[in-house]
């Protein structure tokens, strides 16, 4: 069993920037593909961005703009989140499987967090 916890959202004016965090329980993290997903109001959840042990990927209407990463000694997923926009506003999402690749596919993660809210000003 996994535990993700999700941390960093909150309001920010377009252009401002905000980095996501993602702390995973298990020993097994580094093994994990971390993925980031984000729903807003009456949209159905979007892929953001997967990084696995070897490599990553990102939603093309994003590349540029957003920065996955991760920590294994501490656990943890970032989201970099820079040149924001009022249609980035939405929950953003921690997913967690075993070595999938970098699945953009939602239905591949069983792991997930509570979710933590970006809300983006114009």
């Known amino acids: 069993q996994v535990q993700l916890v999700e941390s960093g959202g909150g309001l920010v004016q377009a252009g401002g920037s905000l980095r996501l965090s993602c702390v995973a329980s298990?020993?097994?993290?580094?093994?994990?593909?971390m993925a980031w997903f984000r729903q807003a109001p009456g949209k159905e959840r979007e892929f953001v961005s997967a990084?696995?042990?070897?490599?990553?990927r990102y939603a093309d209407s994003l590349k540029g703009r957003f920065t996955i990463s991760r920590d294994n000694a501490k656990n943890t997923v970032y989201l970099q989140m820079d040149n924001l926009k009022p249609e980035d506003t939405a929950v953003y999402y921690c997913?967690?499987?075993?070595?999938?690749?970098?699945?953009?596919?939602?239905?591949?993660?069983?792991?997930w967090g509570q979710g933590t809210q970006v809300t983006v000003s114009s």
């Open positions: 990084i696995s042990w070897t490599a990553s």
């Open positions: 997913a967690a499987d075993g070595d999938i690749g970098v699945s953009l596919r939602s239905d591949e993660y069983d792991y």
């Open positions: 298990g020993r097994t993290f580094r093994t994990y593909t």
